[in-house]
């Protein structure tokens, strides 16, 4: 039988939603290029780590180009409420898509 790891509950918190973002990708047929190293210090060095969530209010990861696989190369982290403007803006209003910037980001 294999020794399983025990972590701190913090860590065992992110490795879950590493894990869940990286099935959301898995299950839109993106590619995921992260490892949860690389996943989580992106999260830790942008400051807002406590402040992720899917309210208006909070931080999201986003990939600069749709093409690209998710990963430390093609994200950045941007507030929510942006995110949601920005394709509230190129759907419903139909300007033109425009990429995001790294300027953009946390």
């Known amino acids: 039988m294999p020794k399983q790891r025990i ?4 860590v065992s918190a992110w490795r ?3 894990s869940i973002s990286r099935a959301q990708a898995k299950l839109r047929k993106e590619e995921w290029a992260f490892t949860f190293e690389t996943w989580f210090s992106m999260w830790d060095v942008s ?4 402040h992720r ?5 909070q931080y999201c990861m986003v ?8 990963g430390p190369h093609n994200c950045i982290i941007v507030g929510r409420r ?11 209003h139909n300007f033109p898509v425009m ?6 980001g946390v």
């Open 7 to 10: 972590y701190a509950p913090e």
């Open 16 to 18: 879950r939603k590493h």
């Open 82 to 92: 942006m995110h949601l403007k920005k394709q509230a803006y190129e759907t419903m």
């Open 47 to 50: 400051g807002v780590k406590d």
């Open 63 to 70: 990939r600069l180009d749709n093409i690209e696989a998710w």
């Open 53 to 57: 969530g899917n309210k208006p209010h």
């Open 99 to 104: 990429p995001w910037e790294t300027k953009h």
